[in-house]
């Protein structure tokens, strides 16, 4: 293979970031940075996902940290009230998370803009509510633990080897992300993004195709939702607040829309600027406002795209 | 044969009468104008045909199959495919992307194979890419293909619309209003344009303000004021006929029109 086909290939952005995942244990003092570090791979894939939704497709989520409570509380109450294993909850909160995103698109993907914001922000709230009030089954406001991932009688436990599934799976669902641009359904929702009736009138089932994104990023965030829960050991409905939507949102657009290395640019910033930032103590929220107003002003296609730009303006 | 026929398509917007009893009988393979002054109905009359909006009343066939209230994306499946008067380029697109999505009603595509990039996957993109290459070289635009859409200059855009829907091989192509902003240079490419297009057998019907270019073209022109029918015929009997220069002119220029040439 080439230079330049190794370059322009569609995984060629993988090549860096397998990298990273491969060096960066080899400089790591302890396993706390392990933590940090499996925290970050965790909300980029839900951030990939919810990339494919809003870079691509155009389509705004304000409520995609209900589908993170969805896969969370299915591995906290599928082995402990039905005694599934942990590993089949993960999938059936991803099914379940996809038909409930199935039936919920269906009605409000009609909308656009703002009306589609208020209509997920909604959405979102409704399952935080659902989660606060079925006591029985979730553990309340107070939340409930979650047993411990069991993989061939293995229990998965420590920071070190969820870096690695964290890290593994979200290669993989950048994989299948970057697959998915670079094919018909790829370049139909790229198209959607910029003018529906054009789309359309190439043939393109908008409403279908939009809906088939939100299954398909719904998917994502349930599976970082699982893994957020199973790797805490603990899970509260705050895993589908308001904020953690909004953090979902910032990392999306703060790595760039429209740009699958930029979801864990953006992730990494997210998870990792608040633990840094505590040095600041009272001043860390501030100070977290500040930096992020500052990447906005003056990298504002997102991080990864700027850069990418201003790096090619220069070579030529 | 017919390739588009209109029976009395009527659309109401707010009480306001856009489209009144219009009957249209396009045969296959020609060339057919519509035209009208500012206001006549015209891209109102290009929005029932594609299937925008709905007719209220009257009823739509192609290729002699009743299309009336189909939706857009399954009108364009059976080979009707448009441009705008108002671009509607995907502007974060490169050109060449862009006309790849024109190849979206041959491709076969389903999520799972798309997610795995399966090799047949690879083998059609590869297919979609050729097919547009060769859409962009027709309208000569080969050297855009790999510029984002939105740094093309105005003309290079109209036609790069053109391309994207002839990259679907469509059975008729309405194109609304292709030469509009155009300098004369890019309104000749065009006309050149518009006689391959028929000449591979495809029917257009066009809306267009610059008379050189219907006149030019045109096998049939379909004459509309005020949402309804004026007349119907061959360039020189409309050139000629007094109501449509009393529909441009109105009836004082009419006059002077007449006084002019007599």
């Known amino acids: 293979m080439s230079a330049r086909a190794l370059t322009t290939h569609r995984l060629a952005s993988l090549v860096p970031v397998a990298t990273i995942v491969i060096v960066l244990p080899l400089l790591f003092p302890s396993a706390y940075y392990f933590r940090v570090a499996a925290l970050v791979f965790i909300f980029a894939l839900a951030a990939v996902g919810l990339n494919l939704l809003m870079g691509f497709a155009g389509q705004v989520s304000l409520g995609h940290a209900g589908f993170l409570g969805i896969g969370g509380y299915a591995v906290a109450i599928g082995p402990v009230h039905f005694g599934l294993p942990s590993w089949l909850c993960i999938v059936i909160g991803a099914a379940l998370s996809g038909a409930i995103a199935f039936l919920v698109g269906r009605p409000i993907l009609k909308l656009k803009g703002h009306y589609l914001a208020v209509a997920t922000l909604g959405f979102g709230l409704l399952i935080a509510i659902v989660l606060t009030n079925e006591a029985g089954w979730t553990g309340g406001p107070d939340g409930t633990s979650v047993p411990r991932l069991v993989l061939f009688e293995w229990r998965v436990r420590g920071s070190d080897t969820w870096y690695w599934i964290a890290a593994g799976t979200f290669v993989a669902g950048a994989a299948l992300a970057l697959n998915l641009i670079d094919s018909p359904t790829g370049r139909a929702l790229r198209a959607i993004h910029d003018s529906e009736v054009a789309a359309s009138l190439l043939a393109v089932d908008v409403a279908r195709k939009k809906l088939a994104v939100f299954v398909l990023s719904a998917i994502y965030a349930s599976v970082a939702g699982s893994y957020l829960a199973l790797f805490n050991g603990h899970i509260t409905p705050d895993i589908s607040g308001f904020l953690r939507s909004i953090e979902l949102v910032a990392m999306v657009v703060l790595g760039g829309m429209g740009s699958i290395a930029g979801s864990l640019v953006g992730a990494a910033l997210l998870v990792v600027l608040p633990q840094a930032l505590t040095a600041l103590h009272d001043y860390e929220h501030m100070a977290l406002g500040l930096v992020l107003m500052g990447f906005m002003i003056f990298l504002r296609q997102g991080i990864v795209p700027s850069i990418t730009a201003a790096l090619a303006g220069r070579a030529t | 044969m017919n390739m588009l026929e209109a029976e009395r398509l009527s659309i109401t917007f707010g009480g306001v009468r856009a489209i009144e009893q219009v009957s249209l009988a396009i045969r296959s393979g020609l060339v057919f104008s519509i035209i009208g002054p500012n206001g006549a109905g015209k891209t109102t009359l290009f929005n029932l045909l594609s299937g925008l909006y709905q007719p209220q009343d009257g009823r739509f066939r192609f290729c002699g199959e009743d299309v009336t209230g189909l939706a857009p994306h399954r009108l364009a499946r059976l080979g009707l495919s448009r441009t705008f008067q108002n671009l509607q380029i995907f502007f974060r697109m490169t050109a060449l992307e862009n006309v790849m999505v024109g190849r979206h009603r041959h491709e076969t595509t389903d999520l799972l194979s798309d997610l795995l990039h399966l090799p047949a996957v690879t083998r059609q993109n590869r297919r979609t890419r050729d097919a547009a ?130």
């Open chain 2, 133 to 262: 290459r060769a859409a962009l070289a027709r309208v000569e635009l080969e050297a855009y293909a790999d510029q984002p859409a939105g740094s093309l200059p105005y003309g290079a855009l109209k036609r790069l619309e053109i391309a994207r829907a002839l990259a679907s091989e469509p059975k008729a192509l309405l194109l609304d209003e292709p030469a509009a902003g155009c300098n004369p240079v890019e309104t000749r490419k065009l006309e050149a344009i518009v006689r391959s297009i028929a000449t591979d057998g495809i029917t257009v019907v066009l809306v267009e303000h610059d008379m050189r270019l219907v006149m030019n073209v045109s096998d049939r022109i379909h004459v509309l004021a005020s949402g309804r029918t004026l007349v119907e015929g061959t360039a020189s009997e409309v050139r000629a006929h007094p109501a449509v220069i009393e529909a441009y002119l109105g009836i004082h220029g009419s006059q002077e029109a007449a006084r002019a040439v007599g």
